[in-house]
């Protein structure tokens, strides 16, 4: 034990930690509970009385299927774009030497406009220049969005890349690509992995920038937003409920597997 | 590795680079530039005749006291989250177990990647008159009536701010406390320092950059937010978000660009600023254990 906190310092600090936690999945947890209530009225279902009936009115509710479909089609073809082109500004990061910090902004600063501003942004130029607003118009906002999470991501698997593993192969005539493929690439799949999969997941549930640049098919969550606010039926609780828990299961998944690789090694304590 | 050639670095930013021009870059320059022009009743548009009645509309119609409140808001917010996130990052990176830790990491990470708009939309199930929180109340006979301010009030928006832009703090300190020496915190507890005392002269001056990027994420975040404010917020409450929405209904293009453009360097400066003080990008860099 480095510091000794002190029982009472202690509790306090978890109870903190814990109250945070609350605060964050609380709310959500309550409202996935209440999705399985069989009653119009929101609350707490009885254990006796757990109903899927919501759910299972999910398939009628057309304007959220068909939703739906739209953002899982531009959230892969997102989460193609922001891997790939986060993959090439990773590898050009560790090209580079002195301009390393200028290029890591760069990447990174998208992620601190706020989506109503880069909504409206891409919006009015793209309607000043005759491009129609469509799924396309979507993933170029999308696209931003989440590449800065992807390349931090990205950026950190290439901890596993040791330059000695790079050296040696050069010594033994490897080049770049050969390099690249048969060593770099087998390394960061991991980050690869979780970097595709958190990019689908912010573009499948990203709203204010799909509000200003969806076309006449709405994304999910703008279609979300106008049923909560006319309203909300329990319909919208469920579909709300399995797109969160849906969320949850992927990010824990990678998080547990790959996301902090030092994490279970720090042990020296 | 020897020769003159095409710096494979510049091959690789192309693509990427292009990217952030096309869709980040340009359009936001666009709409500082546009944001100088004036409005054209004939072509509902603007045309490029010099005029800065964007920013003078500004002062009217009390838009200033959005772009203050909501600066408020950002700077409470952000505070909130450090004094939840500090002893949260302190907890997991110093007391959490093995096990523990990768359970705490993974809740901290969950939620960048779920919808801010269903975590918003949640509370109102929670604050709300027939809400959870106002059941408790009255069967515990704490309140007879329910409370009313609890939902739609400025209460509620802080409330919900914090609730989605908390990790945003807990990341960056856990970073920065990652990198503390640990032998300087043992040399600290031999010299008979307690934890408070290696807290606030060892602990709090070493992690001093992601105090200031935990601080700064959360204020920049809470400026560029909307959600919270249109699902929590009460009758006529805005932030400078919601107001640009508001502005655009009415097409009042130099406003809505104006606004816009107050905000971008408002976040802008404030990155660069703390970057060139507390080197924010070093935090994520040398990431190697």
Redesign the interface.
């Known amino acids: 034990m480095?510091?000794?906190?002190?029982l009472a310092?202690?509790i306090?600090?978890?109870a903190?930690?814990i109250?945070?936690?609350i605060?964050?999945?609380?709310?959500?947890l309550?409202?996935l509970a209440?999705s399985f209530n069989p009653a119009l009225?929101?609350?707490?279902p009885s254990l006796s009385d757990l109903s899927l009936i919501w759910y299972a009115a999910l398939p009628k509710e057309h304007a959220l299927v068909g939703a739906l479909q739209q953002s899982l089609i531009i959230a892969t073809i997102t989460a193609v774009?922001a891997t790939?082109?986060?993959l090439?500004?990773a590898?050009?990061y560790f090209?580079?030497r002195a301009q390393?910090?200028a290029?890591?902004?760069?990447?990174?600063?998208?992620m601190?406009?706020?989506?109503?501003?880069?909504g409206?942004?891409?919006s009015?130029?793209f309607t000043?220049n005759g491009i129609k607003a469509s799924s396309l118009t979507v993933i170029?906002?999308h696209?931003?969005w989440a590449?800065p999470?992807a390349f931090?991501v990205i950026?950190?698997s290439?901890?596993a890349v040791r330059r000695s593993y790079l050296v040696a192969a050069?010594d033994l005539g490897a080049t770049?690509w050969r390099q690249f493929v048969d060593i770099t690439l087998p390394l960061i799949r991991p980050g690869l992995v979780s970097a595709f999969i958190?990019s689908f997941?912010?573009s499948l549930?990203e709203?204010?920038r799909a509000f200003y640049l969806a076309g006449r098919q709405n994304t999910l969550?703008v279609v979300?937003?106008g049923k909560?606010?006319s309203g909300?039926s329990p319909v919208i609780?469920a579909m709300?409920g399995a797109?969160?828990l849906a969320?949850?299961a992927?990010?824990?998944l990678i998080?547990?597997r790959s996301?902090?690789?030092?994490?279970?090694?720090?042990?020296?304590? | 590795m020897t020769g003159p050639r095409l710096p494979i670095s510049s091959v690789l930013m192309t693509p990427p680079l292009l990217a952030i021009l096309a869709f980040g870059l340009a359009p936001l320059t666009i709409v500082v530039v546009w944001s100088f022009w004036s409005w054209d009743p004939l072509t509902y548009w603007i045309k490029p005749d010099l005029s800065l009645a964007g920013y003078a509309a500004i002062l009217e119609a009390g838009r200033w006291t959005v772009i203050v409140s909501t600066l408020v808001k950002a700077f409470g917010t952000a505070l909130l989250c450090l004094l939840i996130a500090y002893p949260t990052a302190y907890a997991v990176h110093f007391l959490a177990g093995r096990h523990l830790n990768i359970i705490l990491l993974a809740l901290i990470t969950i939620p960048f990647f779920t919808s801010y708009l269903i975590r918003s939309f949640s509370w109102r199930l929670v604050l709300g008159r027939t809400g959870i929180l106002n059941t408790w109340l009255r069967d515990l006979g704490i309140a007879q009536a329910p409370l009313d301010w609890l939902l739609f009030s400025n209460f509620a928006v802080v409330i919900g701010l914090v609730a989605s832009y908390l990790p945003f703090a807990t990341f960056p300190l856990l970073l920065s406390m990652r990198r503390v020496d640990p032998t300087f915190l043992a040399a600290a507890q031999d010299l008979g320092a307690g934890f408070w005392k290696s807290l606030t002269s060892i602990l709090l001056p070493l992690t001093m950059s992601g105090i200031f990027a935990g601080f700064l994420f959360v204020f920049v975040m809470v400026v560029g937010s909307s959600t919270e404010v249109q699902m929590l917020g009460g009758a006529g409450a805005s932030i400078v978000s919601v107001m640009i929405n508001d502005v655009m209904r009415v097409a009042n293009y130099p406003l809505a660009f104006a606004i816009s453009t107050i905000v971008l360097v408002v976040i802008f400066g404030l990155v660069l600023i703390g970057n060139r003080i507390f080197g924010l990008a070093s935090l994520f860099e040398d990431q190697s254990p």
Do not use: D
């Open positions: 480095m510091i000794h906190e002190g310092n202690r306090l600090l978890w903190i930690t109250a945070g936690l605060v964050i999945y609380a709310p959500p309550y409202l209440v009225q929101p609350g707490l774009l790939g082109m986060s090439l500004a590898l050009a090209e580079l390393r910090t290029w890591f902004l760069t990447v990174i600063l998208p601190f406009v706020p989506g109503v501003i880069q409206l942004a891409l009015a130029v000043r170029a906002g696209l931003l590449m999470f931090i950026l950190t290439f901890a050069a770049r958190f997941l912010l549930n709203f204010t969550p979300l937003f909560m606010n909300a609780y709300s797109i969160f969320s949850v992927c990010v824990a998080a547990i996301l902090w690789p030092g994490a279970g090694k720090r042990s020296t304590r």
